[in-house]
Protein backbone atom coordinates (compact mmCIF):
# COMPACT_ATOMS: atom_id res chain seq x y z
CA UNK A 1 0.00 0.00 0.00
CA UNK A 2 1.14 3.16 -1.11
CA UNK A 3 1.90 6.34 2.02
CA UNK A 4 -0.59 8.04 -0.05
CA UNK A 5 -3.77 5.44 0.16
CA UNK A 6 -2.18 4.91 3.72
CA UNK A 7 -2.67 8.25 5.03
CA UNK A 8 -6.19 8.34 3.52
CA UNK A 9 -6.91 5.31 5.04
CA UNK A 10 -5.80 6.60 8.42
CA UNK A 11 -8.52 9.14 8.13
CA UNK A 12 -11.50 7.31 7.20
CA UNK A 13 -10.68 4.47 10.20
CA UNK A 14 -10.25 7.67 12.95
CA UNK A 15 -13.32 9.72 11.16
CA UNK A 16 -15.50 5.93 11.99
CA UNK A 17 -14.59 5.82 15.52
CA UNK A 18 -15.07 7.94 18.65
CA UNK A 19 -11.37 6.74 19.53
CA UNK A 20 -8.85 4.71 17.40
CA UNK A 21 -5.59 3.39 18.80
CA UNK A 22 -2.46 3.02 17.02
CA UNK A 23 -2.80 -0.30 17.88
CA UNK A 24 -5.68 -0.97 16.10
CA UNK A 25 -4.33 1.14 12.57
CA UNK A 26 -1.55 -0.72 12.90
CA UNK A 27 -3.27 -4.16 12.74
CA UNK A 28 -5.65 -2.73 9.73
CA UNK A 29 -3.20 -1.57 7.70
CA UNK A 30 -0.53 -4.21 8.78
CA UNK A 31 2.15 -2.12 9.72
CA UNK A 32 4.21 -1.10 12.53
CA UNK A 33 2.72 1.31 15.36
CA UNK A 34 5.96 3.40 14.64
CA UNK A 35 4.72 3.54 11.33
CA UNK A 36 1.47 4.59 12.33
CA UNK A 37 2.59 7.43 14.49
CA UNK A 38 4.91 8.54 12.17
CA UNK A 39 1.71 9.00 9.42
CA UNK A 40 -0.48 10.27 12.39
CA UNK A 41 2.15 12.95 12.49
CA UNK A 42 2.43 14.10 8.89
CA UNK A 43 -1.72 14.03 8.84
CA UNK A 44 -1.42 16.47 11.66
CA UNK A 45 1.27 18.69 9.74
CA UNK A 46 -0.58 19.03 6.80
CA UNK A 47 -3.49 20.42 8.87
CA UNK A 48 -5.64 17.55 9.10
CA UNK A 49 -7.18 18.07 13.10
CA UNK A 50 -6.41 14.55 14.58
CA UNK A 51 -6.07 15.07 18.29
CA UNK A 52 -4.89 12.99 20.64
CA UNK A 53 -1.62 11.13 21.25
CA UNK A 54 0.50 7.76 21.01
CA UNK A 55 -0.58 5.49 23.89
CA UNK A 56 -4.19 7.32 24.22
CA UNK A 57 -5.93 7.09 21.11
CA UNK A 58 -6.82 9.67 18.21
CA UNK A 59 -10.02 11.36 17.22
CA UNK A 60 -10.67 13.66 14.30
CA UNK A 61 -11.88 17.34 15.51
CA UNK A 62 -15.07 18.65 14.66
CA UNK A 63 -15.61 20.54 11.33
CA UNK A 64 -13.27 18.03 9.01
CA UNK A 65 -14.96 16.81 6.15
CA UNK A 66 -13.72 14.92 2.96
CA UNK A 67 -15.26 14.31 -0.24
CA UNK A 68 -18.24 11.10 -0.51
CA UNK A 69 -16.95 7.77 -0.23
CA UNK A 70 -16.41 5.31 -3.27
CA UNK A 71 -16.10 1.79 -3.00
CA UNK A 72 -14.57 -1.40 -5.39
CA UNK A 73 -16.52 -4.17 -6.72
CA UNK A 74 -15.18 -6.55 -3.37
CA UNK A 75 -16.30 -3.59 -1.70
CA UNK A 76 -19.98 -3.28 -2.71
CA UNK A 77 -20.40 -6.98 -3.01
CA UNK A 78 -18.79 -7.13 1.11
CA UNK A 79 -22.03 -4.72 2.04
CA UNK A 80 -24.57 -6.66 0.21
CA UNK A 81 -23.37 -9.74 1.62
CA UNK A 82 -23.59 -8.45 5.17
CA UNK A 83 -27.19 -6.87 5.14
CA UNK A 84 -28.29 -10.29 3.40
CA UNK A 85 -26.54 -12.51 6.03
CA UNK A 86 -27.86 -10.60 8.92
CA UNK A 87 -31.40 -8.91 7.91
CA UNK A 88 -32.71 -12.89 9.11
CA UNK A 89 -30.93 -12.50 12.29
CA UNK A 90 -31.98 -8.79 12.92
CA UNK A 91 -34.72 -6.81 14.40
CA UNK A 92 -37.49 -5.30 11.85
CA UNK A 93 -36.65 -2.22 12.39
CA UNK A 94 -32.93 -2.69 11.61
CA UNK A 95 -33.46 -4.50 8.77
CA UNK A 96 -35.31 -2.26 7.23
CA UNK A 97 -33.13 0.57 8.00
CA UNK A 98 -29.73 -1.93 6.92
CA UNK A 99 -31.46 -2.25 3.39
CA UNK A 100 -32.45 1.58 2.91
CA UNK A 101 -29.43 2.40 3.55
CA UNK A 102 -27.56 -0.28 1.39
CA UNK A 103 -29.95 1.13 -1.34
CA UNK A 104 -28.54 4.90 -0.72
CA UNK A 105 -24.96 3.60 -1.23
CA UNK A 106 -25.62 0.79 -3.91
CA UNK A 107 -27.34 4.20 -6.15
CA UNK A 108 -24.17 6.60 -5.60
CA UNK A 109 -21.62 3.59 -6.87
CA UNK A 110 -20.42 3.42 -11.07
CA UNK A 111 -22.66 1.30 -13.03
CA UNK A 112 -19.60 -1.32 -13.20
CA UNK A 113 -19.69 -1.70 -8.98
CA UNK A 114 -23.43 -1.27 -8.51
CA UNK A 115 -24.35 -4.28 -11.26
CA UNK A 116 -21.39 -6.41 -9.73
CA UNK A 117 -22.83 -6.06 -6.40
CA UNK A 118 -26.45 -6.71 -6.82
CA UNK A 119 -25.47 -9.73 -8.67
CA UNK A 120 -24.18 -11.34 -5.88
CA UNK A 121 -24.77 -15.02 -5.61
CA UNK A 122 -24.93 -15.27 -2.22
CA UNK A 123 -28.36 -15.56 -0.57
CA UNK A 124 -29.41 -15.89 3.56
CA UNK A 125 -32.73 -17.81 3.33
CA UNK A 126 -35.40 -16.86 5.94
CA UNK A 127 -34.30 -19.40 8.20
CA UNK A 128 -33.43 -17.49 11.47
CA UNK A 129 -35.72 -15.37 14.00
CA UNK A 130 -39.78 -15.93 13.44
CA UNK A 131 -41.62 -12.92 13.81
CA UNK A 132 -42.47 -12.99 17.45
CA UNK A 133 -38.84 -13.21 18.22
CA UNK A 134 -37.65 -10.59 15.80
CA UNK A 135 -40.47 -8.23 17.78
CA UNK A 136 -39.26 -8.86 21.16
CA UNK A 137 -35.52 -8.48 20.05
CA UNK A 138 -36.59 -5.16 18.86
CA UNK A 139 -37.85 -4.62 22.22
CA UNK A 140 -34.85 -5.27 24.20
CA UNK A 141 -32.25 -3.48 21.58
CA UNK A 142 -34.58 -0.34 22.06
CA UNK A 143 -34.86 -0.92 25.91
CA UNK A 144 -30.85 -1.18 25.81
CA UNK A 145 -30.56 2.50 23.78
CA UNK A 146 -33.61 4.13 26.50
CA UNK A 147 -32.01 2.78 29.39
CA UNK A 148 -35.05 1.65 30.34
CA UNK A 149 -35.47 -1.44 32.82
CA UNK A 150 -37.37 -4.44 31.96
CA UNK A 151 -39.40 -6.96 33.55
CA UNK A 152 -38.76 -10.78 32.36
CA UNK A 153 -40.32 -14.24 33.42
CA UNK A 154 -37.11 -16.25 32.35
CA UNK A 155 -37.13 -20.04 32.24
CA UNK A 156 -33.50 -21.05 32.59
CA UNK A 157 -31.90 -24.66 31.01
CA UNK A 158 -33.46 -26.48 33.91
CA UNK A 159 -36.91 -25.56 33.17
CA UNK A 160 -37.44 -23.26 36.22
CA UNK A 161 -39.26 -19.84 35.93
CA UNK A 162 -38.50 -17.15 37.91
CA UNK A 163 -39.77 -12.78 37.72
CA UNK A 164 -36.42 -10.76 37.23
CA UNK A 165 -36.12 -7.22 37.26
CA UNK A 166 -33.07 -5.55 34.51
CA UNK A 167 -30.88 -3.25 33.40
CA UNK A 168 -30.54 -4.26 29.87
CA UNK A 169 -27.26 -3.40 28.72
CA UNK A 170 -26.60 -5.59 25.05
CA UNK A 171 -27.96 -8.10 22.98
CA UNK A 172 -26.06 -10.42 21.59
CA UNK A 173 -25.28 -12.69 18.20
CA UNK A 174 -24.12 -16.12 18.75
CA UNK A 175 -24.27 -18.07 15.79
CA UNK A 176 -28.00 -19.24 16.39
CA UNK A 177 -29.15 -17.60 19.53
CA UNK A 178 -29.04 -14.29 20.51
CA UNK A 179 -28.76 -13.31 24.35
CA UNK A 180 -29.74 -10.01 26.43
CA UNK A 181 -26.27 -9.24 28.63
CA UNK A 182 -28.41 -7.26 31.86
CA UNK A 183 -27.54 -6.39 35.53
CA UNK A 184 -29.94 -8.55 37.41
CA UNK A 185 -31.19 -6.59 39.96
CA UNK A 186 -32.93 -9.84 41.68
CA UNK A 187 -29.69 -11.76 41.83
CA UNK A 188 -26.97 -8.35 42.35
CA UNK A 189 -25.20 -9.43 39.45
CA UNK A 190 -24.58 -9.53 35.83
CA UNK A 191 -26.52 -12.14 33.61
CA UNK A 192 -26.67 -12.92 30.54
CA UNK A 193 -30.27 -14.69 29.34
CA UNK A 194 -31.56 -16.32 26.01
CA UNK A 195 -34.28 -14.80 23.83
CA UNK A 196 -35.73 -17.95 23.34
CA UNK A 197 -36.12 -18.92 26.66
CA UNK A 198 -38.01 -15.70 27.90
CA UNK A 199 -41.38 -16.20 29.14
CA UNK A 200 -42.47 -12.80 29.14
CA UNK A 201 -40.74 -9.26 28.62
CA UNK A 202 -42.02 -5.75 28.69
CA UNK A 203 -40.25 -2.32 29.54
CA UNK A 204 -41.23 -0.94 32.64
CA UNK A 205 -43.16 2.44 32.79
CA UNK A 206 -43.05 5.38 35.09
CA UNK A 207 -39.96 7.07 37.52
CA UNK A 208 -38.30 3.72 37.98
CA UNK A 209 -38.39 2.98 34.45
CA UNK A 210 -34.91 4.68 33.59
CA UNK A 211 -31.25 3.70 35.12
CA UNK A 212 -28.17 5.38 34.23
CA UNK A 213 -24.48 3.89 34.33
CA UNK A 214 -22.63 3.44 37.74
CA UNK A 215 -19.53 1.86 38.10
CA UNK A 216 -19.31 -1.38 38.68
CA UNK A 217 -22.44 -1.75 36.42
CA UNK A 218 -21.81 -0.33 32.90
CA UNK A 219 -21.45 -2.95 30.16
CA UNK A 220 -17.82 -2.28 29.97
CA UNK A 221 -17.88 -4.29 33.74
CA UNK A 222 -20.35 -7.24 32.46
CA UNK A 223 -18.39 -7.70 29.48
CA UNK A 224 -15.22 -8.27 31.93
CA UNK A 225 -17.47 -10.77 34.07
CA UNK A 226 -19.47 -13.03 31.40
CA UNK A 227 -17.20 -13.09 28.20
CA UNK A 228 -14.43 -15.69 28.27
CA UNK A 229 -10.91 -14.64 27.56
CA UNK A 230 -10.55 -14.38 23.86
CA UNK A 231 -14.09 -12.45 23.06
CA UNK A 232 -12.85 -9.93 25.89
CA UNK A 233 -10.30 -9.17 24.03
CA UNK A 234 -11.23 -9.16 20.40
CA UNK A 235 -14.12 -6.83 21.69
CA UNK A 236 -11.32 -4.76 23.71
CA UNK A 237 -9.08 -4.10 20.66
CA UNK A 238 -12.41 -3.01 18.54
CA UNK A 239 -13.38 -0.69 20.64
Do not use: H
Given at each position: MRRAERLFQIVQIIRGRRLTTAALLARRLEVSGRTVYRDVAELQRQGVPIQ?????????GTGFDMPPLMFSQDEARALVASVRMAQAWQDPALAQAAEVALGKILSVLPLTARVAAQSLALYAPPLGLGPPEQARLQMLREAVQARQRLRLRYRD?????????????????????????AWCELRGQFRSFRLDRMEAVRP??????????????????????????????KWSNEA
Amino acid sequence: MRRAERLFQIVQIIRGRRLTTAALLARRLEVSGRTVYRDVAELQRQGVPIQGEAGVGYRLGTGFDMPPLMFSQDEARALVASVRMAQAWQDPALAQAAEVALGKILSVLPLTARVAAQSLALYAPPLGLGPPEQARLQMLREAVQARQRLRLRYRDAAGRSSLRILRPLGCFYWGSVWTLAAWCELRGQFRSFRLDRMEAVRPLDGPAAAFRDEPGRTLADCLRALAPPEVQAKWSNEA
